[in-house]
């Protein structure tokens, strides 16, 4: 039986998962629409108008560039930052809430995480 192509994410995809983590606010980066947690960005617009950057640990990053090269990616801009591009066509709906709480995790203030615990 062949495989169901899904329907491709969009930037409101991803704007409505990134508006449920908390202390989340929309937001600019480099021109483009981003949201920031306490300042701190856990997604972005790319320039590309295809995809988003993401916050990620090197590690996380190559694996899953390793293991998924149509969704996952970098640029040689990005190459020594802990950030990651993420085809919005490619990436899996499944993936993207993930990718986006750990990001959150990552970047929030210890205490809207500890206050969050029971949410997330």
Do not use: C
Not at 17 to 22: C, D, G, N, V
Not at 107 to 113: E, G, N, Q, R
């Amino acid at each position: 039986m062949p495989k169901k192509k899904s329907i491709p994410l969009t930037f409101d995809d991803a704007r409505q998962i990134a508006l449920t983590l908390p202390g989340v606010e929309e937001s600019t980066s480099y021109g483009t629409p981003a949201f920031k947690v306490r300042g701190k960005l856990i997604l972005r617009f790319h320039q590309d108008g295809e995809s988003l950057v993401v916050p990620v640990e090197f590690a996380d990053r190559e694996v899953l560039m390793t293991e998924q090269p149509d969704a996952f990616y970098i640029t040689d801009h990005y190459l020594n930052y802990p950030l990651m591009l993420v085809r919005l066509s490619a990436v899996r709906a499944d993936q993207l809430p993930d990718l986006l709480r750990q990001a959150w995790r990552r970047l929030a203030p210890p205490s809207l995480v500890a206050a969050s615990h029971g949410l997330m």
